[in-house]
């Protein structure tokens, strides 16, 4: 299972990638909003890509896309497919050092055409720290709508954060598109 678009490949994680995937977990800046801690060990990266490798995008739960550009792990977008196979939520993570040139709106509209378009979801929905103002923007960009804002509601390394919720419907997107 492999998307493309110009710049970018996303493609099912091998253990080769488990490396990269440790580098740019374990920076700081990048684990920031995420739900795991710095450093993310070589170990952890090589379980989670055990794990993912095998993953079924078709099937209901998570499946990981890594993001490569010019042969090089660069990120990932994760897909999880609701048991009615007509939803969906999204995430992505990207290396700090490939931040600021527009491969995670390239690669998270590349995976939304791929379920909208291929797929037929009815719906995908997103939701982000508060303070992440450039995931918030990102997710604007792409045409989600905020459709709430859950005030001290996750608990996320010591401290309560605020959740912004993104949704975009099959139907917004086709309007969207010339």
């Known amino acids: ?71 090089t792990l660069v990120g990932d977008v994760g897909v999880g497919l609701h048991e009615n196979r007509m ?23 590349r995976v939304l055409a791929y379920l909208f378009e291929t797929r037929g979801l009815h719906r995908v929905s997103a939701e982000c720290d508060a303070r992440n103002v450039r995931s918030a923007r990102l997710l604007t960009k792409l045409g989600f709508r905020q459709e709430g804002h859950r005030v001290q509601n996750t608990w996320l390394k010591g401290e309560w954060t605020d959740d912004l919720l993104f949704g975009l419907l099959a139907a917004e997107w086709r309007a969207a598109m010339p």
């Open 87 to 109: 939803q969906a939520d999204i995430g992505y993570t990207l290396a700090t050092a490939h931040q600021g040139r527009g491969y995670a709106a390239e690669a998270v509209g």
């Open 1 to 71: 299972m492999g998307l493309t678009t110009e710049r970018l490949v996303l493609r099912p994680f091998t253990a080769a990638d488990a490396p990269g995937l440790a580098a740019y977990r374990s920076d700081p800046d990048v684990a920031r909003y995420q739900g795991w801690e710095a450093p993310f060990t070589l170990a952890q990266a090589e379980e989670f890509v055990r794990d993912v490798a095998t993953a079924d995008p078709t099937a209901p739960g998570w499946y990981q896309f890594a993001v490569e550009a010019g042969g």
